[in-house]
C-alpha cells in the first residue's frame, strides 16, 4: 500500500516502468488478501481446507490468478528493464505509458483466464479420480497445467532479461575504458543490476520452489488426506507462508530499495517546501 500510494502521489515517477511497479504492488495486495480470506476459512472450517468444499473454489481461484499476476508482472519488468538498456538510448523511450498499460492489461486478462477455470467447471468437486490432495477440490492436471508453463516462464525469461544487461553493461564499459572515457556509471551500474537479479532469484527460488515441489508431490501422491495429515498440510501452509514473504520481498528489491523512491516518500511525509528532484538511472 506505501508503494501504491507513493507512486500515484509522485507525478513525476508515472512512467512505464512505474506502473509496472505500481501494479506488482495490485498484484501482490491481493495474493495478501486471498491468503488472509484462506486464513480466515481454514480458521473458521479447517476440514474443507483439507477435504475441499466448493466453498474454497473462490479463495483459491483468486490465490492462483494473484500469484499469476505478480510472475507476470516479475517478467514484465525484466523484460522493459532489457528493452531499456539492450538497444540505443532512444529504444528506452518507445517504451511508452500506453504499453505499460497494455502490458498490464494483458497481464490481468491471462492470470484471470488461467486462475478462474476451475470456476468455470475445471475442478474434481463430483470426482475423485484426480482430485488434488493439497489443494482439493482443485484437480491435480490443472494444477500441472498451470504450474510447469509458468514455472519455467519465472526463471527462464528473468535470466536471460537481467544477464543480458549485466553483459552489455560490460561490453560498454570495456568500450568506453578502450577509448579512455570514464566507467564509473557503467561499473556502478552493473553491480546494481547484478545485486537486484541475486536477490530476484534467491527470492524467487525460496518464495516457489517449495509450491513447486507441492504439486509435483500431489501428481505423484497415491494416499488419501488421513494418511498426510498432519505433515503434509504443515508443509502446504509453508509454503504459502513463502509466497508472502515474496509478496512482502518484492516492493524492498524493486522499488523501496530505489532511492528516488524512498526519497519521494520522505517528501511526502515531510511539510517542507524542498522537496527531491527525481533521478533515473
Not at 480470506?37 to 494473484?66: C, E, Q, R
Not at 500469484?67 to 508482472?73: A, E, F, V
Not at 508443509?235 to 504459502?240: D, P
Request: hydrophobic fraction near 50%.
Amino acid at each position: 500500500c506505501t508503494v501504491i500510494f507513493t507512486r500515484l502521489a509522485t507525478k513525476d515517477l508515472h512512467k512505464p516502468i512505474s506502473i509496472l511497479f505500481c501494479n506488482l504492488a495490485v498484484s501482490d495486495l491481493f495474493t495478501c488478501f486471498s491468503g488472509f480470506w484462506i486464513a480466515m476459512v481454514f480458521i473458521t472450517n479447517p476440514d474443507i481446507t483439507i477435504f475441499g468444499s466448493k466453498d474454497m473454489l473462490a479463495p483459491y481461484a483468486l490465490y492462483t490468478t494473484s500469484i499469476l499476476s505478480t510472475i507476470y508482472n516479475l517478467v514484465s519488468i525484466g523484460i522493459e528493464r532489457y528493452l531499456a538498456v539492450a538497444e540505443s538510448m532512444r529504444t528506452r523511450f518507445r517504451i511508452t505509458r500506453n504499453h505499460s498499460i497494455a502490458v498490464v492489461f494483458i497481464n490481468w486478462v491471462l492470470a484471470f483466464c488461467l486462475g478462474c477455470l476451475p470456476l468455470m467447471g475445471w475442478n474434481c468437486l463430483h470426482r475423485e479420480k484426480s482430485i488434488s490432495v493439497l489443494y482439493s477440490p482443485f484437480c491435480v492436471n490443472y494444477l500441472i497445467f498451470i504450474t510447469m508453463p509458468n514455472f519455467v516462464v519465472a526463471f527462464t525469461v528473468p535470466l536471460f532479461t537481467y544477464l543480458r544487461i549485466i553483459i552489455i553493461l560490460r561490453k560498454r564499459k570495456l568500450r568506453m575504458k578502450a577509448c579512455g572515457q570514464d566507467t564509473g556509471t557503467y561499473k556502478s551500474a552493473e553491480i546494481q543490476v547484478a545485486r537486484t537479479s541475486i536477490f530476484i532469484w534467491l527470492l524467487a527460488l525460496i518464495s516457489y520452489a517449495p509450491f513447486f515441489a507441492g504439486v509435483i508431490f500431489d501428481a505423484t501422491n497415491h494416499r488419501c488426506h488421513i494418511d498426510l495429515y498432519p505433515g503434509v498440510y504443515i508443509f502446504r501452509n509453508c509454503t504459502a507462508m513463502l509466497i508472502t514473504i515474496n509478496c512482502l520481498g518484492n516492493p524492498i528489491i524493486y522499488t523501496l530499495k530505489l532511492k528516488t523512491l524512498g526519497a519521494k516518500l520522505k517528501s511526502l511525509k515531510c511539510l517542507s517546501s524542498s522537496r527531491l528532484r527525481a533521478c533515473t538511472i
